[in-house]
């Protein structure tokens, strides 16, 4: 059984409020869980001094040791408090144009030079 460490979703339309879960990662996501670990409130403001994450981190610390894998949203706080490191992502590709986004492009280019050449 694949264990995540996950949000669930739970409050009301447009008011969201997750739980951080361990779940089996088959289960749907606002599903069946095995433990409740914390809770996430992203309304509430940065700035106001309440904590927008309340986890408890030695459940968290003892499901990940029993193998549960955190999606990538819970490892950034992990990482946050300092429980896990979490590996800074880069694809340099992903900025790149697609496959016929770069044949127009060289086409446009084709006909520029053309246009220079006899201009000239």
Known sequence: MSLKIRLARRGAKKRPFYAVVVADS???RDGRFIEK???YDPMVAKDSGK???TVDLEA???WIA???QPTDRVLRHFADAGVLTREARNN???ALPGKKAQERAAEKAKKAEAAA???A
């Open 117 to 119: 050449a006899e201009a």
């Open 92 to 94: 340099p590709t992903k």
């Open 26 to 28: 088959r289960s749907p």
């Open 60 to 62: 968290a610390k003892a």
């Open 51 to 53: 904590p927008r994450w």
């Open 37 to 39: 670990i914390g809770v």
């Open 66 to 68: 029993k193998g549960a």
